[in-house]
């Protein structure tokens, strides 16, 4: 999928090249937005990619089932054709259901904004110690994220950084005490920095760092043999 970012702009074009990739494994499955609003799911199911898009996915939502059987269980409550209450205090309703019910509930005319309604809707499908919440608005680029740990919703716009590759690599802490716009907080990656925030981690987990240095080491070795590639939009 991360091929499918990197080489085509819209989700048109991912649909129209998914026999260039094939997915082993378990049933991976992922949802897909554009600048314009269009979305998709596309699940990899036996061997075969499973596309929803349009009138076939009529609720922007996934979680961790297959859609068609999500569906299936959103359609037993109330709006949705069944007669079960949605109460969106009990964890045991489906995290599907909970976010349809507040997407199909949500008015611009509130005093909420789209983007804190986003994140209400994300509490609301927590079903544990969720480590880290995202909202994107896909039009204009810009980020909205916060963590278990740095709580206050910090966000960037993606415009604001010069992608080229004769530019550097640009990092941040999610986990920082920031808030609000935080683009002039980005500093320049160096080996460095990750290793110190690598062996923050590790800490974290009551292990002993020295032991994994020259782990350490032979990862960053690994990436850094990457090189950078200006990639033409592919628009076939």
Same mark, same amino acid.
């Given at each position: 999928?991360?091929?499918?970012?990197?080489?085509?702009?819209? &989700?048109?074009?991912?649909?129209?090249?998914?026999?260039?990739?094939? %997915?082993?494994?378990?049933?991976?499955?992922?949802?897909?937005?554009?600048?314009?609003? &269009?979305?998709?799911?596309?699940?990899?199911?036996?061997?075969?990619?499973?596309?929803?898009?349009?009138?076939?996915?009529?609720?922007? *939502?996934?979680?961790?089932?297959?859609?068609? =059987?999500?569906?299936?269980?959103?359609?037993?409550?109330?709006?949705?054709?069944?007669?079960?209450? *949605?109460?969106?205090?009990?964890?045991?309703?489906?995290?599907? &259901? =909970?976010?349809?019910?507040?997407?199909? $509930?949500?008015?611009?005319?509130?005093?909420?904004?789209?983007?804190?309604?986003?994140?209400?809707?994300?509490?609301?499908?927590?079903?544990?110690?969720?480590?880290?919440?995202? *909202?994107?608005? !896909?039009?204009?680029?810009?980020?909205?994220?916060?963590?278990? !740990?740095?709580?206050?919703?910090?966000?960037? $716009?993606?415009?604001?950084?010069?992608?080229?590759?004769?530019?550097?690599?640009?990092?941040?802490?999610?986990?920082?005490?920031?808030?609000?716009? !935080?683009?002039?907080?980005?500093?320049?990656?160096?080996?460095?920095?990750?290793?110190?925030?690598?062996?923050? &981690?590790?800490?974290?987990?009551?292990?002993?760092? $020295? +032991?994994?240095?020259?782990?350490?080491?032979? !990862?960053?070795?690994? %990436?850094?043999?990457?090189?950078?590639?200006?990639?033409? +939009? $592919?628009?076939?």
């Amino acid at each position: 999928m991360q091929y499918q970012l990197d080489n085509y702009e819209t &989700v048109d074009q991912v649909l129209k090249n998914l026999d260039n990739i094939i %997915l082993g494994g378990w049933g991976w499955h992922f949802f897909l937005s554009d600048s314009r609003g &269009v979305s998709a799911v596309i699940e990899f199911i036996n061997g075969k990619a499973l596309v929803y898009t349009g009138d076939e996915m009529p609720f922007p *939502v996934l979680c961790n089932s297959q859609y068609p =059987h999500e569906i299936t269980k959103l359609k037993k409550y109330i709006g949705f054709g069944g007669d079960q209450d *949605v109460n969106l205090d009990d964890k045991s309703i489906p995290r599907f &259901v =909970h976010a349809d019910y507040l997407i199909k $509930n949500y008015s611009e005319t509130t005093s909420q904004s789209s983007i804190a309604y986003g994140f209400k809707i994300l509490e609301c499908m927590e079903r544990g110690e969720t480590q880290w919440s995202y *909202v994107i608005d !896909v039009k204009k680029n810009q980020i909205y994220f916060r963590t278990a !740990v740095g709580t206050e919703i910090k966000t960037f $716009n993606f415009g604001s950084f010069d992608l080229s590759c004769d530019q550097p690599t640009m990092i941040i802490d999610i986990n920082s005490a920031l808030s609000g716009n !935080v683009e002039q907080n980005f500093q320049i990656y160096s080996e460095e920095i990750n290793t110190q925030l690598i062996t923050q &981690v590790i800490k974290a987990f009551g292990f002993d760092a $020295n +032991i994994f240095q020259n782990h350490i080491k032979k !990862v960053f070795a690994y %990436l850094q043999g990457f090189q950078c590639q200006t990639i033409p +939009i $592919n628009s076939q």
